[in-house]
């Protein structure tokens, strides 16, 4: 999915939220009101009436929702997404003298690759690898001399 085009529209657009929510509820507090004083039919008809336009609005609504939801959101093939990993590292360091150590370190030792997907997990769309690095050596630390 192109993200910075959709973020970009998104922000563009001024922010009537509010404005949007309180004229909804107006308005349906208002149909309602005026559908009760000028019903012609027997209380229960207009309950019923009432009840089936309120799920066939809200059916309309669920269906504009998931169909807008589904324009923003893109395809499958579009979304991207990691492989599970497992990293393993290691050091070690030991003291000789105040102000001297020694340190071994293992960085990947799992030696996995980094994978991702476009999609579905068939179609790999990177795949890096990273093979398993040792490091050793002394280390000298001059604040500890002064100590």
Not at 78 to 106: C, G, H, M, P, T
Not at 128 to 143: I, M, P, S, V
Request: no cysteine.
């Amino acid at each position: 999915m192109k993200y910075g085009k959709l973020i970009s529209k998104l922000t563009k657009r001024s922010n009537n939220n509010g404005y949007v929510a309180v004229a909804l509820v107006a308005g349906l507090a208002a149909g309602a009101l005026l559908s009760i004083l000028f019903a012609p039919e027997s209380g229960e008809d207009t309950r019923r009436v009432i009840r089936d336009k309120a799920k066939g609005l809200g059916d309309n609504a669920k269906d504009k929702f998931n169909a807008l939801r589904n324009k923003l959101s893109g395809n499958d093939f579009e979304d991207r997404f990691y492989d599970k990993q497992l990293f393993l590292d290691a050091n070690a360091s030991f003291a000789i003298f105040k102000y001297l150590r020694v340190f071994a370190e293992a960085n990947n030792i799992t030696n996995q690759p980094l994978r991702y997907y476009q999609g579905i997990s068939s179609r790999t769309m990177q795949m890096e690898y990273y093979q398993l690095r040792l490091n050793a050596g002394f280390k000298f630390d001059n604040r500890s001399a002064q100590i």
